[in-house]
């Protein structure tokens, strides 16, 4: 069983035994938010990572998910993508058709993915510009609270400087406010050229999960989740800033990345 708990201020913790375990519960979260999402507005608006993130959610092809999921209503956009092409091992994209987007039903015109024949930002622009349109035609709902995009779920990875999305520790990304999309040209991991989601947009989100596993995690989520008053409003940690306005932000994680966390500790 997971070990769960709640901060006051940095929402639901889930510290699972293992991968399977995680994976397990985060495959029956994704489903459940997509089948309320499509009772309260007729689709499910959900945005993608790459990484580790995508196997985990492997479960979702399937018996029973790939039965029971309506995937005709599932709209796929990308929290960040490397600027490279559809067929290349550092896509996102790529990443997500091999292992899921291939293997389910979910309309092709329904996928939202970058141009990957323009520059990066090209890319980020013509990106903004398609999910804008999409939120006029009310496909994807509008935040109440700003003029943002509402996706149902954001699903994000963490890397070990608490990086989220293509948003790394002290970068000027981090300070974007009135673009839903931005570019970088110098990201600190390679490939260099990445378009990304700003904090904005994902603190919009309805709903907001972080995965995180292994031990090299440890440290970072300690930093992004515990009562560190002296990171509050720091940009060295990016996923501390992840902070939904009015969604739910839930973090999954194995044992390995939980263990520094001080509800971590005090359950032991």
């Known amino acids: 069983m997971a070990l769960t708990w709640t901060h006051k201020d940095r929402g639901e913790i889930r510290v699972h035994e293992d991968l399977e375990e995680l994976s397990i519960d985060l495959v029956d979260h994704i489903a459940e938010i997509s089948e309320a999402s499509i009772k309260e507005h007729g689709a499910f608006c959900i945005v993608l990572s790459g990484g580790s993130l995508i196997n985990l959610m492997g479960k979702l092809v399937e018996t029973p998910y790939n039965k029971i999921v309506d995937w005709a209503k599932w709209y796929v956009f990308w929290a960040d993508e490397r600027v490279v092409g559809k067929k290349h091992d550092d896509s996102n994209y790529k990443l997500a058709k091999d292992n899921l987007l291939s293997k389910v039903n979910v309309f092709p015109r329904h996928i939202c993915s970058i141009n990957d024949t323009v520059s990066a930002e090209e890319a980020a622009t013509e990106y903004e510009f398609a999910i804008r349109q999409m939120v006029k035609a009310r496909t994807v709902t509008a935040s109440e609270n700003s003029d943002c995009p509402k996706f149902d779920l954001i699903l994000l990875g963490m890397g070990s400087d608490g990086h989220v999305a293509s948003l790394f ?100």
């Open 169 to 268: 520790p002290n970068h000027p990304a981090l300070e974007v406010k009135d673009d839903w999309v931005t570019f970088l040209t110098d990201s600190p991991k390679p490939p260099p050229e990445r378009i990304t989601f700003t904090l904005p947009v994902i603190n919009a989100a309805a709903s907001v999960v972080v995965v995180a596993t292994g031990e090299s995690k440890a440290n970072a989520v300690h930093l992004a989740i515990d009562d560190l008053p002296s990171l509050e409003s720091s940009l060295s940690l990016p996923a501390r800033l992840v902070h939904p306005s009015s969604g739910n932000l839930i973090w999954f994680m194995d044992k390995p990345a939980g263990s520094k966390l001080d509800g971590f500790k005090f359950s032991e």
